[in-house]
């Protein structure tokens, strides 16, 4: 199956972000609030950008083929390891089975990524995993990007 051109990767040159405290409840519910709005829209933009025609897309760790619908969005680097957690090379289409079942079927997804995106680009996402996270500004800018992309991707198809 071949795959579209992906997007730019975001993870490149992340400015150092902010070591303000977090001051009340309000302000960590806002922060989680952007979190999940982004990772929901990165998802399906990451699983659409992959698929065919037909919206069907391939698991990167068992060439399994599904809908784009019926797949998750699977990290290499887990989710929780924020500076590339919204990073193109490491969220790509990944079976449920693999994903939720097999913890990621990781040995098999870090071959297949290779393959893809090769080992240099595999290796500059392993050494980002240490960097600092996103600032919400750039969550938002992120936010914005995407939504708009999605927006382009369906429709693009109609
Ligand atoms: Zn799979």
């Given at each position: 199956m071949k795959r579209n051109k992906r997007?730019?990767?975001?993870?490149?040159?992340?400015?150092?972000?902010?070591?303000?405290?977090?001051?009340?409840?309000?302000r960590i519910t806002a922060h989680d609030d952007l979190n999940k709005k982004l990772d929901m829209i990165f998802s399906k933009v990451m699983r659409i950008s992959s698929s065919d025609g037909d919206?069907?897309?391939?698991?990167?760790?068992?060439?399994?083929?599904?809908?784009?619908?019926?797949?998750?969005?699977?990290?290499?680097?887990?989710?929780?390891?924020?500076?590339?957690?919204w990073d193109e090379m490491n969220v790509w289409p990944q079976c449920r089975k693999c994903n939720?079942?097999?913890?990621?079927n990781l040995?098999?997804?870090?071959?297949?990524?290779?393959?893809?995106?090769g080992h240099d680009s595999v290796k500059d996402l392993e050494d980002r995993r240490s960097k600092s996270?996103?600032?919400?500004?750039?969550?938002?800018?992120?936010?914005?990007f995407y939504q708009e992309e999605f927006k382009k991707l369906v429709d693009a198809r109609r």
């Open positions: 997007l730019k990767s975001n993870g490149g040159g992340l400015k150092k972000s902010s070591s303000r405290l977090r001051s009340n409840n309000k919206g069907r897309v391939e698991c990167i760790s068992c060439c399994a083929v599904k809908h784009w619908k019926d797949m998750d969005a699977g990290h290499y680097i887990p989710r929780f390891i924020q500076s590339v957690r939720r079942e097999l913890g990621g040995l098999s997804y870090r071959t297949k990524l290779i393959d893809k995106i996270t996103l600032s919400r500004s750039e969550k938002r800018e992120l936010l914005k």
